[in-house]
């Protein structure tokens, strides 16, 4: 035997000795029976396989490549299980629970951000992860959602990117970013995409329906959960972009992670727009057109995460900073809003959620050259939600309450040259409380093994300081059939929804509707 021959078989032999071949088995955590092309694989390594007629797999990697990987089985309508590599045994039986409510959402749960999907009924979902978000390749997250059918985008760079869902209005849907409402940010009560951007989301999540008890007040046509990153490692990333119009805007995100159970993250943005009015529109046929005048439009954000995370609890705080400078001919407007949040996944299945708003917003509207009309609104909003869930061995009841407390200061003021008349000087409050129990129950087919069904009931209560008195309800089934990797859906659903405006939004209304007819 040469030399060569005998590296050749050493060689082997060591490759050989540093491979494991890891035996095991999944099946149904209720029914035991097994799960067939369930996907095994170790999550950095990307190394895996798929499970056999009786649920077994055999998966051969080597273990200096996995040493601190994570083992991942995954089956389509089945919870994830995620293992850590220390904790993988051989020859084990391993069981998928079906999950209660939405599908395709992780055991491991996103434990940096309270989970909208699992407070509340049985709804579809479009789930869009970060595998699908880089490759699309778009930095708006307006073009992403214009791929999902019954989407419609609205608006444009000056106004916002709205989103519409099933013929829906924009203040018809809820858009939360990690938890935080972003509707609250705007004064029509529409969330604006463009404050988002696509680099810094981790996943996002549509919910089709018109009435989720718990996260959809007066969302008509359903709800969207945007997710953001959790930082891994220090990092940090700027970018800029140019376009049309005058336009320029410019990213920045820091990721830190501070030791075992901290983590702080940072995205901001800054967007400033310039188009030039070719004319107003009662100006067509005049010789002098305002072809000079232009719109100047400057808007930023800045988004603050701090997470502390234990294993049977999380505390997670929030900052969010909007600011919008927009000057037209004839109306000028700056607002500047603030929301504090601070989300707590606390033991025995309470999630404690508390949130503040400070919102101030002055309008100036020129009635002729020498006058302008001045409006000052300063808004403060604060609210407590509470959700507690047990879970029962086929179903869970949910509980949640949620308080509101908001006022606003008012006034309204003439300016003649350098003197300011004010004329109204007016303070509103309201308070409002809301109560909601939901319960689910999952139920399966004795002689279809791969028909399941998911029902839920719930009401809701609602009440004001201001007089309203509303009480809704839900009732419904998800009809789930499982083929292999394929699964088939049906949503029968019943219910009421009810949508209060902010004392904000009312008095832009009373304020502004005269003039929209004449406004470019």
């Excluded at 995954?74 to 994830?80: K, S, W």
């Excluded at 992670?257 to 967007?271: E, I, V």
């Excluded at 029902?455 to 089934?477: E, I, K």
Aim: with cysteine.
């Amino acid at each position: 035997m040469n030399l060569k021959t005998l590296l050749i078989i050493l060689i082997f032999f060591s490759f050989a000795l540093a491979q494991e071949t890891l035996i095991g088995r999944v099946l149904d955590k209720e029914t035991s029976r097994p799960l067939t092309g369930a996907d095994v694989y170790f999550k950095i390594s990307k190394i895996g396989t798929t499970t056999d007629q009786e649920g077994f797999f055999k998966l051969t990697i080597p273990r200096k490549n996995v040493s601190h990987d994570s083992l991942v089985l995954h089956y389509v309508g089945y919870h994830p299980m995620v293992i850590p590599f220390h904790l993988v045994q051989q020859k084990k039986i391993y069981y998928l629970q079906a999950q209660q409510l939405e599908l395709e959402q992780p055991i491991e749960v996103e434990a940096e951000r309270l989970n909208l999907s699992r407070m509340d009924i049985p709804h579809l979902t479009r789930s869009i992860r970060a595998e699908e978000i880089r490759r699309y390749a778009t930095s708006e997250l307006a073009t992403l959602l214009r791929t999902i059918p019954a989407i419609r985008l609205q608006g444009n760079e000056i106004d916002g990117k709205q989103l519409e869902i099933r013929g829906s209005n924009a203040n018809e849907v809820n858009v939360y970013l990690d938890g935080v409402l972003l509707n609250d940010l705007s004064s029509s009560n529409t969330a604006d995409l463009s404050l988002v951007p696509v680099d810094n989301l981790s996943k996002i999540e549509i919910h089709k329906t018109a009435h989720m008890l718990l996260n959809g007040g007066g969302a008509f046509g359903g709800v969207v959960n945007l997710i953001t990153k959790q930082p891994e490692k220090l990092g940090a990333e700027v970018k800029m972009r140019s376009g049309s119009f005058n336009s320029r805007q410019y990213f920045g995100n820091l990721g830190l992670p501070m030791g075992q159970n901290w983590t702080f993250s940072y995205f901001g943005q800054l967007a400033t727009m310039n188009p030039k009015i070719e004319f107003f529109p009662d100006e067509r046929f005049l010789p002098d057109k305002s072809e000079n005048n232009a719109i100047k439009q400057k808007k930023f954000s800045h988004y603050v995460n701090l997470n502390f995370q234990k294993a049977s609890y999380l505390l997670n705080g929030k900052l969010f900073y909007y600011g919008l400078k927009y000057k037209k001919p004839g109306w000028q407007d700056n607002r500047k809003t603030l929301i504090l949040s601070d989300q707590n996944q606390l033991p025995g299945g309470f999630n404690l959620t508390l949130n503040y708003l400070n919102s101030a917003d002055e309008v100036q509207r020129y009635v002729v050259s020498t006058s302008k009309d001045l409006y000052d609104y300063h808004s403060q909003r604060f609210n407590v939600r509470l959700f507690k869930s047990c879970k029962l061995k086929k179903g869970a009841f949910k509980a949640f309450s949620e308080y509101w407390h908001e006022r606003l200061t008012r006034k309204f003021s003439i300016q003649d040259s350098s003197t300011v008349h004010l004329l109204e000087n007016l303070f509103f409050y309201d308070n409002r409380i809301s109560s909601s129990l939901l319960y689910t129950f999952t139920e399966r087919s004795d002689s279809l093994k791969n028909l399941s069904w998911k029902v839920h009931f719930g009401l809701r209560g609602d009440a004001s300081a201001s007089g309203y008195r509303d009480l809704t309800n839900a009732v419904g089934a998800l009809i789930t059939w499982r083929q292999r990797n394929h699964q088939w859906r049906l949503l029968l659903s019943y219910g009421r929804n009810v949508r209060y405006p902010t004392l904000f939004e009312m008095a832009l209304n009373r304020d502004f509707t005269i003039y929209t007819l004449n406004d470019t």
